[in-house]
Structure formats: structure tokens, C-alpha cells
């Protein structure tokens, strides 16, 4: 669990115990049931509180997925003996018990440091993959079996054409994700533009080429 979740439920637990005891305090020294209600129903009502938090603590303890997305680079995919595709190439590695399913997939474009473009091309920082930019062979969600691997490849077309040749010319670093159905979000490293970019624009030509040749 976070830690800061756990500041929060200990810091709910402290604070209503807190208030119990101020309550029964003041319950006693006025002895007044019609103002504060009786000791009994302001325990019951705290200890169903209470039954609530920790089973809410208890359902964010269970178990779950370890993930780690690491890119693979532009591979080049045989589709046919005499037809193959570029593409790219990312390996999603469980490293627990606990199956998964990846439901998004994306990219996140850092900027080189200039204000100007960082004021005009913002809405391009995160570019989600779409299902037909997969290979038909992953379908969303992709299933990640527990202590497993799962290779996911995408089209190199449909994320150059995403995106102009100036704002690749803008782009610092570009970072690979993708989000499980517990909604936990994991992360490749930092690649550079070039790391992932280099020699983009003639894979996509090599790839119409190939079609047009089919």
C-alpha cells in the first residue's frame, strides 16, 4: 500500500478515537442524552466507521500484479514467406502470481525545453494507441499471465502519421506505458527521440513498398 494511504487511514483511526474520547467526556460531565445521545449508540456508530476503513485497507492489501514494460525496439515482423512489416516492439514481463490485463497503451512525448512550443504542442504529450494500430494478433485487453510475458507490437505507421515532422524535431525523450484492470499505470524508461525515431520515416516507406508490391 502507499504510504501516504496509510497516513491517511491511521490518521482517520487516531482522529475518531480522538473525538470518542472528547464525546465521552463531554457526555459525562453534562450528562445530557437528548444533546450528545447515549455513550452506547456514538461507540456503535464510530465502530461501524471504523469496520468500513479497515475493510477498505484490507480489499487495497490484496494482491496484485508486478509489471515491467521494457521497449524492444523497430523488429521487423514476417506477416507472409515473401511479405514482412517493421514494426514496434515492447515485452510486458508479471513478475508475480496474478494474471493481467492491459487495457491502454501510450506514449508520453517530452518536449525540449522551448516555451513557445511547449505552449503550442501540450496536447501532444500523451498519444494513446488505438486497437487497429495493433497487430491483429494483440487484442485489447492483452492478457498477461501470472509469471509470464507478453510481447505487444503496433504498426510504426500510425504513430509517425500521428504526428508532423516539426513536432518530432520538438520531441526530447519519449516514454512507453501502459494500464492494467486494477488501474495501476506502468512505465518504460526514458528513451531518446532518437532511440526510438531513428531511420522512422524510411521504415514506413518500406513498409507502403511491401504492400504495394503484395
Known amino acids: ?6 497516513q491517511v487511514i491511521f490518521g482517520m483511526i487516531g482522529g475518531l478515537l480522538g473525538g470518542l474520547l472528547c464525546l465521552i467526556v463531554l457526555a459525562s460531565a453534562y450528562n445530557n442524552s437528548e444533546v450528545f445521545g ?3 449508540d ?3 456508530g464510530i465502530a461501524t466507521l471504523l469496520a468500513v476503513i479497515v475493510s477498505l485497507y484490507l480489499a487495497n492489501r490484496r494482491q496484485k500484479p508486478s509489471l515491467q514494460v521494457k521497449y ?16 514496434f516492439k515492447w515485452t510486458i514481463l508479471n513478475y508475480s502470481s496474478v494474471p493481467a490485463e492491459m487495457t491502454v497503451f ?3 512525448l517530452t518536449p525540449k525545453n522551448n516555451f513557445w512550443w511547449y505552449k503550442r504542442r501540450n496536447n501532444i504529450q500523451n498519444a494513446v494507441f488505438m486497437p487497429i494500430e495493433f497487430v491483429n494478433q494483440n487484442v ?5 499471465i501470472s509469471n509470464g510475458t507478453q510481447d505487444v507490437l503496433i504498426y510504426i505507421e500510425f504513430f509517425y502519421n500521428s504526428i508532423s515532422s516539426s513536432e518530432l524535431n520538438d520531441i526530447k525523450t519519449i516514454q512507453f506505458y501502459c494500464k492494467d ?11 531518446k527521440k532518437t532511440e526510438v525515431c531513428a531511420n522512422l520515416k524510411s521504415f514506413v516507406e518500406q ?3 511491401m504492400e504495394t508490391s503484395e
Do not use: C, H
Not at 1 to 6: A, H, L, N, R, S
Not at 72 to 87: D, R
Open 106 to 108: 501510450g506514449a508520453y
Open 42 to 44: 456514538w461507540v456503535s
Open 207 to 209: 513498409n507502403k513498398l
Open 38 to 40: 447515549t455513550v452506547a
Open 1 to 6: 500500500m502507499e504510504e501516504w494511504i496509510k
Open 140 to 144: 485489447i485487453p492483452i492478457e498477461v
Open 181 to 191: 484492470n486494477f488501474d495501476r499505470t506502468y512505465f518504460s524508461k526514458k528513451l
Open 72 to 87: 524492444e525496439g523497430i523488429q521487423t515482423l514476417l506477416m507472409l514467406p515473401s511479405y514482412a512489416k517493421k514494426v
